[in-house]
């Protein structure tokens, strides 16, 4: 190899250096894996339900979540700084879930507050995630779902005439 195609060569190897071994890339699979499963699971419900925001948007939330906190942490950036970060996933998260809320022409008629929710849960198992606590993002999870689909049942059985989503 000549001096310049070394050069080009160790450039882009540096680039890609940000996952040095098969540990740090199965960590960073797994993790990302993870995310990706759980928000499907609660897009899937979504979706099943009838809900604007279904099965893609919940994976890529849950994705996006997990990313925002992995990078940092493999960047250094210790866990007591890692606040700011979250209340950036917070926030843009919330504006993303208030896209969902449609308010319609009578005063006391609101939709789209679970999937709303749903999709702020969803990040939060994304960060879990991606922060290396897969089990609390399982558990999350199984909440999130339990509750959608428990209440679900329980209004279509007291109220069938309404939609629910």
Known sequence: ?????????LAVQK???DIPNITELTRTCV???????????IG???EFAGAQAGFRTHMLVALGAALFVLVPLQAGTPISDMGRVLQGITTGVGFLG??????????REIKGLTTAASIWMTAAIGIAAGMGRESTAVVGTVFAVLI?????????????DVPFH
Do not use: N
């Open 98 to 107: 208030a896209g969902a809320i449609i308010k319609l022409s009578s005063e």
């Open 31 to 41: 993790r990302l894996f993870m995310a990706i499963v759980l928000g499907g699971l």
């Open 44 to 46: 899937f419900e979504r």
């Open 15 to 17: 680039e890609f250096s």
């Open 1 to 9: 190899m000549d001096g310049s195609l070394l050069e080009v060569w």
């Open 148 to 160: 959608l689909v428990a209440t679900r049942l329980y209004q279509k059985k007291t109220k069938p």
